[in-house]
């Protein structure tokens, strides 16, 4: 295959892989992160576009919230395309960003010689973060049938109320960027948050 009709085979994986998955890691959350790292890239340049994309398209079908927590079956079938794209050569790269872009799985010592995830994880975070970044919280909330807010609730990075997560993950985001376009970018996203925060303290304490 040509690397056009490798990018359409990616698409069609990450489909139907994310089927199922809640609307924020849906196909639009793909979207979204593919611009968001084509413009990171375009600025930063650091890695090849071509694995880029191909690691975005990809970088959330094999999440353990969504493979029943068999995450090294989703590797495996996640190799296997790879495999059956003609693509071994990246292969380990692409395996490797994948395995690291999660807030969860952070791991300072590989992503400082991973440009390719440097940059793939500052997209994927960009996107938890802002507007987007809120709604896509209280979505996964409700699919997960989490409170919106516990009155209370001592953030441990566990926590059980949307609001909760923002101060597990969300709030941190901003420190936590690879790139300087990534850094600049998250700046006003995170405002969004506080400013939110302000307002829903606001009214929940009318």
Excluded at 18 to 46: P, T
Aim: hydrophobic share 40%.
């Amino acid at each position: 295959m040509n690397r056009l009709d490798i990018i359409k085979s990616a698409e069609e994986f990450a489909k139907q892989r994310m089927i199922g998955f809640d609307s924020g890691h849906d196909w639009y959350h793909i979207k979204r992160v593919r611009k968001l790292a084509v413009y990171i890239n375009e600025h930063e340049k650091l890695c090849d576009p071509f694995t880029l994309d191909i690691a975005v398209l990809l970088h959330d079908t094999a999440d353990s919230k969504f493979n029943k927590d068999d995450q090294e079956r989703g590797y495996k079938i996640l190799e296997a395309f790879l495999k059956s794209a003609g693509l071994d050569e990246i292969n380990d790269q692409v395996i490797n960003a994948i395995k690291y872009v999660s807030f969860s799985n952070n791991k300072s010592q590989c992503i400082e010689k991973d440009l390719l995830l440097m940059v793939l994880q500052d997209a994927d975070r960009l996107d938890a973060i802002g507007a987007i970044g809120i709604a896509r919280a209280f979505n996964y909330g409700g699919f997960r049938n989490n409170s919106i807010y516990i009155p209370g609730e001592i953030s441990n990075g566990k926590s059980k109320s949307t609001i909760g997560h923002f101060y597990d993950k969300l709030l941190r985001l901003k420190d936590l960027m690879n790139t300087e376009t990534g850094r600049m970018l998250a700046k006003e996203r995170h405002l969004y948050l506080e400013n939110f925060l302000k307002q829903f303290y606001d009214e929940w304490d009318f």
